[in-house]
DNA sequence: AAATCGCTCTTCATTTTTGTAGAACAACAC
DNA sequence: GTGTTGTTCTACAAAAATGAAGAGCGATTT
């Protein structure tokens, strides 16, 4: 009375052997021995103390035990091959759900067309801003976050890069009043700004915390208009280091201004990065996004 | 890739670590080792080219996909409990169907008062007369017959007695008459003979057949009455050569008349014969049977 | 009547799986 | 701090399952 009926598996050796009425067909059909077969249905036989086949020299056929099991066998292979199906499902690509500050999109659409364009069986899903949090719930897949504070230490964190801001001014304001030597030293210069209600104003607010409102003569909400009249010598302004890199007119008043660093973090569930998909984006999207600018 | 998902009893552990949140605890509920346990949850993820698990030093835990999966695993458990419990379901002792000749229950009425006695969990269901045929499509377990013939060989068949028949006389009527040498010479005697609807009436007809309707000078319905007559030199008479052994009164003619011999036989089907109850009852039965007498 | 085909069973060497024992590590209690 | 508990790993030896090859046996075909 050792009834131990563990070996899930022999019952899948019983339906072959059931339907091929031979313990040698079902073998073939296995692609297992067919010793072997005969020995899971002994096995499964003291596991259940049934006779499930009667045995002779034209193959094994079914008992009256045996036919009573056959449909309940059918509903294990039913259930093992859901259980299968939905596996493999599983490991198919699947929308990758990408989450980012509202001007992101702006910024590196030409990104998202180039890797479509590279792998065109991965779909993106953009959806609206929700917390980091969330990521871990399994909201979304992907998270472009321009705060340095991870809160979720479950969460795959990769800095793809820190925008550096500095105050730029032109040769011809040089000229005419010098460049400030620190941020301590505004008194009597001009400055552009830009604002717009759907980008972070912190840069904005920064500089109306330092100087007073008659010293900024213009406000932009393009930031090209704002370099071109950074340019034509109306005033200082910031901007971004590496992008004033392709400007030569600009020129830096003093080094970068710490205070408005800001590190560009991708947040990654770990869950999706087991995904192939979302490795393959995560490894395109990286370094080329750290070659582009964007103003948050 | 070699998503080669046979091994169904790995869901067992599957669910087994899921529920538990460790392979140590798993391996405890399910009596093996652990590292086979953790094997067994590696080969799964391989099979399935899923992470499973978070493996750290508290334990597994389940990621996504394992979530996503567990229902499913559980649907198989179901199924595996029901073909499990199906399976225990025809182990257990049922009843016993069986079916025999019309006159049978008489004759055999005590065996089966004694064997209920020893055995009070096994009952049996008495089905009417059916042909031998329907044993083998499972509409009985035993059947009792009286032909010879055993018409399907995938019967188990078992001849529990060969019932002679011989005819008698008393001394008295052997001093008066004499006895016939044989069955040719059943001129100028005398006969008594018993009839009954329920039984078959081949001892009566081949009587019939050999003497005229003058030389019967008397047909009984019981076969006592007729064994009395015969004692008391009324005339000859069939009686059953074993019972007649009983009666010191009772006289042969001549030896057994082989036309009249009848095997008994215990017809089983063989997916019955499997089942202990059975094979018990058989046990019990064949040889008190053969001890006991019987008009058919 | 002989040959062939499709089975099952047995044996034995090989491969695979399992268990045991112990190292390493984090969390927690004292 | 220190010890304890609960966990995962890694070896390596032991046990078990597997496959290959071949004998034997009926039924069927030639």
Redesign the pocket.
Known sequence: MKSDFS?W?DVRIFLA?FR?????????IL??????????I??LEAATNLTL?E??????KPTHAARDLFPLAQEIEAATAAFAKSAQALTEPRTIRITAPGTFADCVLDLFSDFSAANPNIAFDFVPSIRVLDLSKGEADIAVRVTADVSDGSLICRKIRTAKWALFGSQRYADERGFPKSEDDFRGHRFVTFEHADVPDYLHRWLTDRVTADQIVQSFRDVDLMQAAIRSGQGLGLVNIRQAQFDAALMACFGPIDALSRSHMLLISPDAYRRPEVKTFVKFFAPRYAATFDQS
Chains 1, 2 share one sequence.
């Open positions: 070996n598996s052997v091929q009425g031979s313990t040698l067909a079902a073998s073939r692609g297992i021995a067919q010793p072997t077969v005969a020995r899971r002994d096995a086949f045995r002779d020299t034209r193959g094994f």
